[in-house]
């Protein structure tokens, strides 16, 4: 949708972009506002003018993900936007005018004329995905400290309570290690497609 504007692209450019910029201490105190489990949470309070009761959402095994989820999902579209437009603009015009009329003929044609386009950057994104939520720590260490009952746990957060809360850095070198070669997996994996893509 922002690549087809005509009007106020970079407006929008910059309103999607901004969470991307804005420190992740500061996101998460909004965040923490937001999600505050009592009726002065913003959440709670939008859920009580619908007529919703109040959750607790960091506190709540069962939505804790999914609240925690949200949160990276809004701190981080800024730069996929980014990636996405970039490949946008990088395919031909003669692709866009073949689309157009795909689009008169059918709907489905044209959506997948523009995934095919899009494919690569899809892959690259996914890896690039996959290296950055393996890595996170500071949404659940600063949020939860890996609660409750240990749902938000993550690899880095363990590997980090192994070594400064347990004392066994024999451990936590070890899975510090293992992390570093599956991740350097997936990077030799996302080098090789960029190359392939190249």
């Not at 910059?14 to 923490?32: A, D, E, G, H, Q």
Request: proline share 6%; net charge neutral.
């Amino acid at each position: 949708m922002v690549n087809e504007m005509r009007l106020a692209q970079g407006f929008f450019r910059l309103v999607y972009f901004l969470p991307t910029v804005i420190p992740i201490t500061v996101t998460l105190l909004i965040w923490r506002l937001i999600y505050k489990p009592d009726n002065n949470g913003f959440l709670n309070a939008l859920f009580m003018l619908v007529g919703g009761h109040p959750q607790s959402w960091l506190q709540d095994p069962l939505l804790v993900r999914e609240a925690i989820i949200v949160l990276l999902t809004w701190a981080n579209f800024g730069s996929t936007l980014l990636i996405y437009l970039a490949a946008l603009q990088d395919v031909p015009s003669e692709h866009y005018e073949a689309a157009e009329i795909e689009r008169r003929e059918s709907l489905p044609a044209h959506c997948l004329h523009h995934l095919s386009s899009l494919y690569p950057t899809m892959i690259t994104t996914f890896i690039l995905q996959v290296i950055a939520v393996v890595q996170i720590f500071t949404e659940p260490f600063l949020l939860t400290k890996g609660g409750p009952g240990n749902a938000t746990l993550t690899p880095v957060l363990v590997i980090y309570n192994k070594a400064f809360l347990n004392n066994d850095f024999g451990l936590a070198s070890a899975w510090s290690l293992s992390l570093i070669i599956i991740l350097g997996l997936f990077s030799a994996v996302y080098l090789r497609i960029t190359r392939r893509a190249d």
